[in-house]
């Protein structure tokens, strides 16, 4: 969901001056969500990911594996339409999303932190529970990270290629963040972010929603983010809350 650019920005000030080569780590959240999506009736998303990364040299990967439970099923937990005609409440498991990314630049004395990533969406949710459409996506992006004094700003730009579900013809939308985070104490960072998308469907909406986030650094091993979001259009939710707890091995 929401943590990963301003985790990404956050590496600027929380990290370690001396990671490892090799570094494996784990993390798990929460996630909740409601808005109506432009149909009038209320949907609300539970999101619970439990995450695995690996990192050695410029190369990290990544596996997310969600549970969900959607109330009123209209869109998944990352604003993607969803088939119609299931129960009012639905729960399950997600999507698996597997990813690669790959260091151009590594921001190394406050410089430019540069990153090419890749993901797979596999469609391990039921679609038949409006958990997932039931098809693969693909998705390619570019992450970049830049301090300027005590602010980093940071933005991504990504496509996402969508499979169409039976009877569906889903546009390849364009997606990019924008935004910013300061320190605020030891180990901690808080920031904003501005994310945009194009319209997956033709009478639907862009994604236009602002992040609120604040991220700690609790000691070697372990951080914690919570964030905030305000949706502000039919293809974002009302209002959106969440956390993430991280663990490096």
Known sequence: MRPALPLFACLLFCSSA???AD???ASIGMDYSSGDYGTGTTSEIWYVPVVGKYETGPMTYKVTVPWLRITNPEVGPNGDPLPGGCHAVESGLGDTVASAAYALLDGRDGGLMLDLIGKVKFPTADEKQCLGTGEYDY???VDIAQAFGPVTG???LGW??????PGSDFKDPIFTSLGFAI???KGSSAGASYDWRQKVVSTGSEIQELTLFLTHKLNREWKVQLYAVKGFSDASPDAEAGMMVFHTF
């Open 18 to 20: 001396s990671a490892p």
């Open 160 to 165: 996402k290629k969508f499979g169409d579900p």
């Open 23 to 25: 570094t494996f780590s």
């Open 154 to 156: 940071f933005a991504t």
């Open 183 to 185: 320190p605020v104490g």
């Open 139 to 141: 998705t390619g992006q």
